[in-house]
């Protein structure tokens, strides 16, 4: 499942020291067969018109499945894998799910445009939470870069309230006057907010 949200904004993996995706891929082609994103094809579409770059190179390479039926039709565990994760997710609807086949994907499972393949292509999946259909090649690297996220918000968190407890105002870091606990605060939020759909405010 591709977040083009992830893609058209600054990371906030970005600066935190994520090495490049390593070469783990099993070359099925069963991800190309079975790509669908956190929006909706209306959405998707719309986006298109407002000029937004992802969203273009996205349909450009990924002509969508006429219905679900068709796509379980080609890569039926993917897409029960997909439709499991929505039914827990309060901001999908399992009827405006679209799954998507790459134009340029060979019958060997290979891609035809390799070289100049969009960036949503070069950097899935982008995180550890992407649904990569099930024995993919990154199965150990999502769920070690799921546990570096988690690692990293709960160090923040706790130097927060180490932070709290150590400031001589309650309002300044006990080491840096300059620095404001609420700007602290606020950068932890951050971190935060773009994986509260996975439990980020309880790590």
């Known amino acids: 499942m591709y977040d083009l949200n992830y893609y058209g904004t600054e990371s906030v993996i970005k600066g935190e020291g994520q090495d490049p995706l390593p070469d783990l891929c099993h070359k099925c082609g069963r ?3 079975s790509a669908t994103t956190y929006h909706s094809y209306k959405k998707l579409q719309e986006l298109v018109e ?6 273009q190179d996205f349909l450009e390479i ?3 499945y006429e219905s679900i039926e068709a796509a379980r039709a080609v890569v039926p565990d993917q897409v029960e894998q997909v439709m499991a994760v929505v039914k827990d997710r309060d901001d999908m609807a399992e009827e405006e799910i ?13 891609c035809g445009i390799y070289e100049r393949r969009p960036r949503c292509c070069k950097e899935a999946p982008a995180h550890g939470w992407s649904v990569m259909p099930p024995g993919c ?3 150990g690297w999502q769920f070690e870069q799921r546990e570096k996220q988690k690692r990293m918000i709960r160090d923040l968190k706790t130097s927060t309230y180490i932070m709290e407890q150590m400031s001589p105002d309650g309002e300044s870091h006990p080491l840096r006057p300059e620095t404001k606990l609420e700007d602290l605060r606020a950068m932890v939020d951050e971190k935060i ?4 759909t996975f439990g980020s405010e309880f790590w």
């Open 137 to 139: 090649g990154f199965e």
């Open 193 to 196: 907010k773009p994986w509260k």
């Open 62 to 64: 990924f002509e969508p």
């Open 31 to 33: 991800c190309c067969r």
């Open 98 to 110: 679209t799954f998507y086949h790459c134009r340029y994907v060979t019958d060997e499972g290979l």
């Open 50 to 55: 407002q000029g937004d770059k992802e969203a």
